[in-house]
């Protein structure tokens, strides 16, 4: 498959949204001072679980959502490392006409590297774990971690929980 990581992306289709900003739905729970976090970007720290059940996503980045997941499943072969993974996931956002979306290099300095070769991507409500198998899981940090999207790498090996901190957002649900 061919991997679109320079920017440039498909012209956009005339039913695709414009926006892409994520919200917090109108609450009637007072703001209350949050603690400084230790935990991702996005996290949404400082909430109580009732305040995050009203956390809500405006629905044009629902659909989006769902145009991602989508073209996610399109992908074939399956990735053989985390580098493939990645050019696959921005091949995907693109199909999905996201190009505002981006996910960081992971040579860059949002992306977490274990001892065991896998590496943790933190997004802006989304966290990506890439196995070296070429696995990868997106969870959502703004659900606790809940499980988004999963594939297995190359030879149909399954995403494994591999060497992430039990501190880190979405631990628990993916183990």
Known sequence: MSANISGSVPAARPDADAADSEAIAPSSVPAQPSQPSQTAPGYAPGLSGLERVRLARKPETTRRLHRLRHELGKISPLPSNPTQARIEIVDAMARANLSAWT????????????????????????????????????????????????????????????????????????N
């Open 103 to 174: 996910v960081p290099e992971l040579s860059g300095p949002s992306a977490v590297r274990h001892a065991d070769g896998s590496i943790y991507v933190t997004l802006i409500s989304h966290a990506i774990i890439f196995n070296p198998s070429g696995a990868f899981r997106i969870i959502d940090l703004h659900h606790d971690g809940r499980v988004y999207f999963e594939m297995a790498g190359e030879g149909n090996l399954t995403f494994r929980q591999l060497g992430r901190d039990a501190g880190e957002p979405g631990a628990s649900a993916c």
